[in-house]
């Protein structure tokens, strides 16, 4: 089992930054493949980025150049910077993990593990 838990949420206006941090327990965390994951109002959870135990990474092109996904493994953390943020980018993210490695077009219910969900709002 691994638990995580996600923090860093808010309110930001259009164009503003935030940081979610995401705090993993439980097995090896160098194990997994990380994710951040986020379901906007009336929509299908969407992949947004990930990166894997060596520290590739990949992104959803909605967010690139944006968005900037990190881990550290010393300390179980994986972090999402997210930057010149959008309306569009209001959404519940969630941390996620899998023991699999990532690929292009991963799909978020391929992933095993979830934290509770942290709010992100963009205000135009």
């Known amino acids: 089992q691994v638990q995580l838990v996600e923090s860093g949420g808010g309110l930001v206006q259009a164009g503003g930054s935030l940081r979610l941090s995401c705090a993993a327990s439980g097995r090896t965390f160098s194990n997994y493949a990380m994710a951040w994951i986020r379901q906007g109002p009336g929509k299908e959870r969407e992949f947004v980025a990930g990166i894997t135990w060596t520290g590739s990474k990949y992104y959803a092109d909605s967010v690139k150049g944006r968005f900037t996904i990190s881990r550290d493994n010393a300390k179980n953390t994986v972090g999402l910077q997210m930057n010149s943020l959008k309306p569009e980018d209001t959404a519940v993210y969630y941390c996620?993990?899998?023991?699999?490695?990532?690929?292009?077009?991963?799909?978020?219910?391929?992933?095993?593990?979830w934290g509770q969900g942290t709010q992100v709002t963009v205000s135009s």
């Open positions: 996620a993990a899998r023991a699999s490695g990532l690929r292009v077009g991963v799909s978020p219910n391929e992933f095993n593990y």
